[in-house]
């Protein structure tokens, strides 16, 4: 019987633990019982060549990564033509990743950007070389940009 009773305290702490472990609700429980919901976690939106002259829906806090064919050591680069802000932020420098092993190897060119305040925006890259005007032949990317 003694040891009974030196255990129910016991059995009452582990299930109120247990308790604490529940499931939480999908949002914060607001005055008067509604649930405000959580906004949905960041995510990367990928996209290549293929999404030329198409369109991407992003949420604020998302992050946009483009990948282009580019060889940087001819001196040409995806350079954008139109100011993205403030619906997108540049992260930093385009990146290059090599797609052979020999010097002057083209490959692919990674520009990043952050959706940072709800709007649309006409993202147009143009592959040039920065001290020269394009020319009537340059590549273009172009990609409509939502951000909700």
């Known amino acids: 019987m003694k040891n ?41 939106v990928r996209v290549g060549q293929d999404a030329d002259g198409g369109e991407v829906r992003l949420n604020v806090g998302d992050t946009l990564e483009i990948t282009l064919p580019g060889n940087p050591s001819t001196g040409y680069a995806w350079q954008p033509q139109t100011d993205a802000w403030p619906t997108l932020l540049p992260l930093g420098q385009p990146s290059f990743l090599a797609q ?25 890259l143009l592959y040039r070389r920065p001290s020269s005007p394009p020319g009537p032949n340059a590549q273009e990317f172009d990609l409509t940009v939502t951000v909700q």
């Open 100 to 124: 052979g092993t020999g010097l002057g190897a083209g490959g692919l060119v990674l520009l990043s950007y952050q959706a940072v305040q709800p709007g649309e925006v006409e993202l147009t």
């Open 4 to 44: 009974s009773l030196l255990l129910a305290p016991a059995v009452v702490l582990v299930l109120a633990g247990l308790a604490g472990c529940a499931p939480a609700a999908s949002g914060s429980v607001a005055p008067g019982g509604a649930v405000t919901p959580v906004p949905p976690l960041p995510r990367v």
